[in-house]
């Protein structure tokens, strides 16, 4: 048989398992947006910029990624992304990216 003292024991143990997932839960949705950036990158945009095909620009070419993004603005190249370029589709394959998407992945790019 269980004493009080056993169960009140065995339920506070309950309680900080689940406290401990909670937390762990809360910081993996907090880090969620970084890991998207670059889920929707390898889905998406790396068909073209991971390897240059076509004449993209390489992701990691820093200097090349600044110097346009310091020549046409960031405005812009989301714009070209959502309207498509002359070997860009439009939407650059992601059917669900925002705005904000774009500019995130253009800054992944970058770097
Ligand atoms: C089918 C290949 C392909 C895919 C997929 C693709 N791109 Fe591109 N992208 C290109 C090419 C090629 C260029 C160079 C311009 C041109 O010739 O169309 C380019 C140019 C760009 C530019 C520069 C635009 C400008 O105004 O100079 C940006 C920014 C860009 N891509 C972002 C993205 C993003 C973000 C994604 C993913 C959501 C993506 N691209 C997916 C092929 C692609």
Known sequence: MFSITEIF???CRF???SGA???IS???ISHASAADTATTYNNSCAACHDSGALNAIKKGDRAKWQQLIKQKGMPALVKSVKNGMIQMPAGGLCDNC???DYRK???YMSK
């Open 9 to 11: 024991a065995k339920s």
């Open 15 to 17: 309680l900080v398992t």
């Open 21 to 23: 997932a909670l937390i």
């Open 26 to 28: 809360t910081a993996m």
């Open 98 to 100: 925002s705005d904000d």
């Open 105 to 107: 992945l253009i800054e």
